[in-house]
């Protein structure tokens, strides 16, 4: 069965970056798409961006752009989301999720999120 | 970027009612390329409907969407108990791809 599967929560300083992975399995990794989605607590959802498995070419919300970079290890199946310079409101739960096209955020399958902490 | 306004914020109704979900545009949605999930506490979204009013593999035939252009809608036809959660829509058409701020259905 489709499962992604995402890394544990984490806790950093403001300034410093976090990288969450996002393993997949139960599919043929390089024939989806990944996206990245965030909410804060207790907020919306959020587009950050994706990346295309098979060729490693992102797309990134331009909010994001310069503070984000998304990569993939097909030896793994496993996409990353690196985001630096944090600031408090980057506290949020991060999920990945698998888009069969390219769009701009569908997700038929989501990981299970992984929250990210900026607290001084 | 695409602004969506989902209304109500809220809807109180109770097992067995039928439910009508808004979602309206800023512009125009291209290609019907909007979406509606279903998200419960602690859990990730769940897809329902894409393409507007395609139904996602698994979901139950009580859901249906609608719409084109800048106004949307999600029907859910006779509530089951598990049904209440938050409901967000989504356009996945134009980049930025944005989400509406979410209705919460609840038992009245």
């Known amino acids: 069965q489709v499962q992604l599967v995402q890394s544990g929560a984490e806790v950093k300083k403001p300034g410093a970056s976090v990288k969450v992975s996002c393993k997949a399995s139960?599919?043929?990794?390089?024939?989806?798409?990944i996206h990245w989605v965030r909410q804060a607590p207790g907020q919306g959802l959020e587009w950050v961006g994706m990346?295309?498995?098979?060729?490693?070419?992102?797309t990134y919300a331009q909010k994001f752009q310069g503070r984000v970079a998304m990569t993939r290890d097909t030896s793994t199946s496993t996409v990353y989301m690196e985001l630096s310079s944090l600031r408090s409101e980057d506290t949020a739960v991060h999920y990945c999720?698998?888009?069969?096209?390219?769009?701009?955020?569908?997700?038929?399958?989501w990981g299970q999120g992984t929250l990210v902490t900026v607290s001084s | 970027e695409i602004v969506l306004t989902q209304s109500p914020g809220t809807l109180s109704l109770s097992p067995g009612e039928r439910a009508t979900l808004s979602c309206r545009a800023g512009?125009?949605?291209?290609?019907?390329?909007l979406a509606w999930y279903q998200q419960k506490s602690g859990q990730a979204p769940r897809l329902l409907i894409y393409?507007?009013?395609s139904r996602a593999t698994g979901i139950p035939d009580r859901f249906s969407g609608s719409g084109s252009g800048t106004d949307f809608t999600l029907t859910i036809s006779r509530l089951e108990p598990e049904d209440f959660a938050v409901y967000y829509c989504q356009q996945y058409g134009s980049s930025p791809g944005t989400f509406g701020q979410g209705t919460k259905l609840e038992i009245k």
């Open positions: 393409g507007a009013s």
């Open positions: 139960g599919y043929i990794f390089t024939s989806y798409y």
């Open positions: 999720a698998r888009d069969e096209g390219y769009s701009y955020g569908l997700g038929d399958y």
């Open positions: 990346i295309n498995p098979s060729t490693g070419s992102t």
């Open positions: 512009q125009s949605v291209s290609s019907r390329y």
